[in-house]
């Protein structure tokens, strides 16, 4: 799997939008851009994932930009509760290879 | 729908003790994996089961840990005998089997481990 780079911390104030970048510049034609999100103390949570399309879901936006070398995952108006560490992660989607490799993630705080 | 439930959520035990650690994946997701987190280091994957079978063991430690999943619902996962360095957290997630490629896993809480 590829390996990303995320920067190491982020604050954004409560009610704005909170934009986490990510770079995966040897990411290959077949694997999926993946975030996850681990708040204190719980499981990591899955958020959303995308090939080359921007998705979007009821938690977050995902932007891959066209060469798929960085996206961005938006969180569109930031809370208390989505203080966490954001993971983005690269992988296929094939039988046999689903482990996810987590990396440092950037530790977002969410400021009243 | 029942999560990813994992017992205990926390357990102390001595160095050269046992400890079993289990997990009950979401009903009818045949993936199941093990990772881990120790202190200061990133979540590590430890290894996957498809149902009963194993079918990715590369990230197991050493083998003072073994892991089952018998009749392929619920896994545990064992270690013996326990030493300073396996202190940290332990997770568990289970994903559905998908043709579709999406293959989302859903966490458990964790295992919080302390060897002392």
């Known amino acids: 799997d590829a390996k990303t780079t995320q920067p190491t911390s982020m604050d954004c104030a409560e009610g704005r939008a909170a934009n986490l970048p990510c770079n995966h510049s040897?990411?290959?034609?077949?694997?999926?851009v993946y975030w996850y999100r681990q708040i204190h103390s719980q499981g990591p949570q899955y958020i959303i994932h995308g090939l080359k399309n921007n998705e979007t879901n009821e938690m977050a936006s995902l932007i891959i930009t066209e060469d798929r070398k960085s996206s961005t995952l938006i969180l569109p108006h930031a809370t208390l509760r989505d203080t966490a560490v954001y993971y983005c992660i690269v992988r296929v989607h094939q039988t046999g290879a689903n482990n996810l490799f987590f990396g440092t993630g950037t530790r977002l705080t969410v400021i009243p | 729908e029942a999560g990813v439930t994992q017992f205990p959520s926390h357990s102390v035990i001595e160095k050269g003790q046992t400890v079993t650690l289990r997990c009950d994946p979401i009903s009818g997701h045949d993936n199941l994996y093990w990772y881990r987190r120790v202190m200061g280091k990133e979540i590590k994957f430890l290894l996957h089961?498809?149902?009963?079978?194993?079918?990715?063991e590369s990230g197991m430690p050493n083998n003072r840990f073994l892991a089952e999943r018998t009749g392929g619902t619920y896994s545990t996962l064992k270690v013996q005998p326990a030493e300073l360095e396996d202190s940290g957290v332990y997770f568990c997630?289970?994903?559905?089997?998908?043709?579709?490629?999406?293959?989302?896993?859903?966490f458990g809480p964790g295992t919080r481990l302390t060897v002392t």
């Open positions: 089961f498809v149902k009963e079978s194993k079918q990715d």
């Open positions: 040897t990411i290959s034609g077949n694997e999926y």
């Open positions: 997630a289970s994903s559905q089997e998908s043709r579709t490629g999406n293959y989302e896993q859903y």
